[in-house]
């Protein structure tokens, strides 16, 4: 297959970087799409008479006037009455006649309602189109048998484009009651329409975390506490307890720090799996961070030719796993590369021409689906029942990027299971761009998809302890409605995880927090050559500055 030229591209400028088979899902405990708890009706003027019971899924299409296209038929509204309406609604280029609009003063709250009966039901989920605005606040809720599921509406701005965005409600029946909720807090608006009921369920299969990094922290002196601060606590632990199914690990071949070598790898996994999480092994195929800007051969393989490198990558990958596997350690998920959009091994692997001067002209696809091949057979070898992944990045170069990525890997016959993406707010695009290309991908190549790396920052200021520039500071464009909080933080970590699953076709299954437990200490910062480098990643973690839970953030892992 010729190769074709190769989108735009931008390199983000720091990231490090992760895709699961259906063969491991099954493996990993399933959480619920929505928290339960309890919603209060708000007093106000009804605006549509109470709709009558009417059928739900498996007896008709269920909800009424779904679309809204006459008015609010069919919907109790409480409420001032000025606070819903119906309406042109959506951004530029994509406006829609009939939209609900919610949007009530500061202070006060407005649902729109509506009651089918199920009989005796069964799994149920509401589907919807969203969009929202100011401080968040909005949700789509079920309610049947006393308990309500509820999902947040992600933020995306007023010129932000729509959501997919779903709720489910396990075992429903009798009657289920569907509401439409905005509390309004700082302008907090949303936009509602083409709502559907069907059978079925939408999870959150993985709640994961990277925890590479956690040896190397506690060698140099990191301390965890709980929330009040009065007891030390092991993070690893402290992920798994709070709901995280799934934890990563990096592999590097021959780091200069010594750290997340294979024996690292093996001693992190037994602490995740006994943690109560799966393994998702993470090889990167060099001796430091690999990402869109860095696939650099390891230094015990320079040197070598394509041949010699498909049978380091076979080797490497053989010896990593059977080192685990023999210690009675189960991997769910493997990695064959990281954020591997230019490829791996450059030259070799490269998927553009990286460097004119080095001697290696233009794309050599071929080259790579022999690396990518044997990496991947490699780990069915040892683990038959692991889900390769495939981990691309960037996903705001445009959906053309990726599809060009993966049917030349596709076409050459590279084996995988998975499909992972990275999904960093302040470097690749909105909610939707995620959306859209865990649903297309998901689509073309029916493969699921899993975020393997996000994060969010819970403030902007750096550790004072031991300063270093952050990633993320002031000058950082954050996106609408999410503020540098622990409220905020967790907000969005929920949102990726929820618009993930949402995503059209039912292939995204969840997502995986980086490094959650990399606080800042001397001598575990960014640069493996250089101990008195810093971390610029602290305001991202799970732990504040101080080393103590952020409750917030933890509980978006359940």
Known sequence: MTSTPHPAHRIPTGSPGSSISRRGLSRLAVGGAAAIGATAAVDGTTLAAP????????????????????ELS??????APSAASVGAGGPTGDRRPDVLRLEPTDGAEVTARQRVQLGRGGDTVLRARVRAGGEGGA????????????????????????????????EARGTLEV???????????????????????????????DL?????????????????????VDPVEVLGAHGANLGRLRVWVDPADGYCTPEHTLAMARRIRAAGMDVLVDLHYSDEWTDPGAQHVPAAWAGLDADG???????????????????????????????????????LGQTWDIDESDGVAGAQWENLARFLTAGSRAVTEVYPDAAVMLHLTNIHDGIDGLTWWLDEAQGRGVPFDLIGLSYYPYWHGTLADLQEAVAVLGARYDRDVIVVETAYPFTLEDDPRVPYPNIVTEETPLPEGYPATPSGQAAFFRAVQDVTVSAAGGHGRGAVYWEPAWTAVEGAGWDLHDPASGNAWENQAMFDHEGRALPEVLAELR
């Open 212 to 232: 590479s990094g956690v040896p190397k922290n506690e060698a140099h002196g990191a301390e965890y506490t709980t929330a009040d601060g009065s007891a030390a």
């Open 74 to 79: 069919g919907w109790s509204v409480s409420g």
């Open 139 to 170: 949700a789509l809720e079920l309610r049947t048998r006393g308990r309500v599921h509820r999902t947040s509406v992600p933020v995306t701005g007023d010129d932000g484009l729509w959501l997919d965005l779903a709720v489910g409600a396990p």
């Open 179 to 209: 509401s439409l909720t905005v509390t309004g807090r700082d302008g907090a608006w949303a936009e509602f329409d083409d709502l559907e009921l069907e059978a079925g369920a939408v999870e959150r299969s993985v709640r994961g975390v």
């Open 51 to 70: 709709p009558s019971v009417r059928p739900g899924p498996g007896g008709g299409s269920g909800l009424v006037n779904a679309g809204f296209t006459d």
């Open 309 to 347: 490198l498909v049978t380091a990558v076979a080797e490497h990958t053989r010896r990593t796993l059977t080192l685990l596997r023999e210690a009675g350690v189960d991997v769910a998920m493997v990695q064959v590369g990281n954020e591997i959009n230019p490829g791996m091994l450059w030259p």
